[in-house]
C-alpha cells in the first residue's frame, strides 16, 4: 500500500525566508502524480503545485517549486520569498495511476513570522 | 469554477444517530471522495467512486457507508455515529482523469465539522 510521510508537524520562518517542506512516500508504482495542497485558516483546499511522475524537470508556480527525487521517492516543496499568506497547513498527496486513490501526509503547518 | 458544495459547515448529532453528510458536484466529475481531517493524522481517505453506484474502501471506511445514486451526488453515511467519528469531514472530485491529463487536480468543498456528543 501506499504511504505518504511528512516528518516535519510544524515550521516557522521570517518573512521573506526561504522554507522546504519535506515528503516522502512509498509505492511500487511506476507512474502517479504528486500534489502540494495549502490549507489556510479558511478550511479551504487550494492546490499549490503537482508533479507527474514521468517528467523529470521540477514543477514551478512562481515562489513555489518541487524537487522532485525518484528513485528516492522524496518530493519537497520549496517556497521562496514567502509571505504572510503562506501560513497555513501544507499537505502532500499521492495520486495512482492506477487506481486514482488518492492518499495524503499528516500535514505540516507553516507559520510566516513578521 | 467548479463547485464542490457540503450541506453543513457545521453538524452536532448524537451517539447512535444515523448521519448523512451531503456533497454535491456542478461539473459532472466522474471520481469523487471523502476524507476526514483530524489534528496531527492528516486527512485519511474513507471512500471513493468511480461512477454512479461504484464505491470503493478507502484507508479507513469502518464505521461509515457511502451512497452514489446520482452522478453529482457522493453521500457520506454514519450508520450510528460514535464520539471517535467528531472530525472535519471533506468532500472531493478529481478532474480531469489521470492517464495522460495535464492538469488533474482534486476540488474540495469548504468542509463539514462533525461533533458527536
Known amino acids: 500500500a501506499q504511504t505518504v510521510t511528512q516528518s516535519q508537524p510544524e515550521m516557522s520562518v521570517q518573512e521573506a525566508e526561504t522554507v522546504t517542506l519535506s515528503c516522502t512516500y512509498d509505492?511500487?508504482?511506476?507512474?502517479?502524480?504528486l500534489f502540494w495542497y495549502k490549507q489556510p485558516p479558511s478550511r479551504q483546499m487550494i492546490l499549490v503545485i503537482r508533479q507527474e511522475a514521468y517528467k523529470q524537470q521540477n514543477a514551478t508556480e512562481n515562489r513555489f517549486s518541487v524537487n522532485f527525487q525518484k528513485a528516492a521517492k522524496s518530493f519537497s516543496l520549496k517556497i521562496s520569498d514567502s509571505q504572510l499568506g503562506d501560513t497555513a497547513m501544507y499537505f502532500c498527496?499521492?495520486?495512482?495511476?492506477?487506481?486514482?486513490?488518492?492518499?495524503f501526509g499528516k500535514g505540516t503547518r507553516l507559520h510566516i513570522l513578521p | 469554477d467548479v463547485k464542490v458544495t457540503q450541506s453543513s459547515r457545521y453538524l452536532v448529532k448524537r451517539t447512535g444517530e444515523k448521519v448523512f453528510l451531503e456533497c454535491v458536484q456542478d461539473m459532472d466529475h466522474e471520481n469523487m471522495f471523502w476524507y476526514r481531517q483530524d489534528p496531527g493524522l492528516g486527512l485519511r481517505l474513507i471512500y471513493f467512486?468511480?461512477?454512479?453506484?461504484?464505491?470503493e474502501k478507502g484507508d479507513i471506511p469502518e464505521g461509515y457507508s457511502v451512497s452514489r445514486e446520482k452522478k453529482e451526488r457522493f453521500s457520506l453515511i454514519l450508520e450510528s455515529a460514535s464520539t471517535n467519528q467528531t472530525s472535519m469531514y471533506l468532500c472531493?472530485?478529481?478532474?480531469?482523469?489521470?492517464?495522460?491529463?495535464?492538469?488533474?487536480?482534486?476540488?474540495f468543498g469548504s468542509g463539514t465539522q462533525l461533533s458527536v456528543l
Open positions: 467512486s468511480y461512477d454512479v453506484k461504484m464505491k
Open positions: 509505492t511500487s508504482e511506476s507512474n502517479y502524480y
Open positions: 498527496a499521492f495520486d495512482s495511476n492506477r487506481d486514482d486513490k488518492i492518499i
Open positions: 472531493a472530485t478529481l478532474w480531469p482523469l489521470g492517464r495522460g491529463a495535464t492538469n488533474e487536480k482534486l476540488f
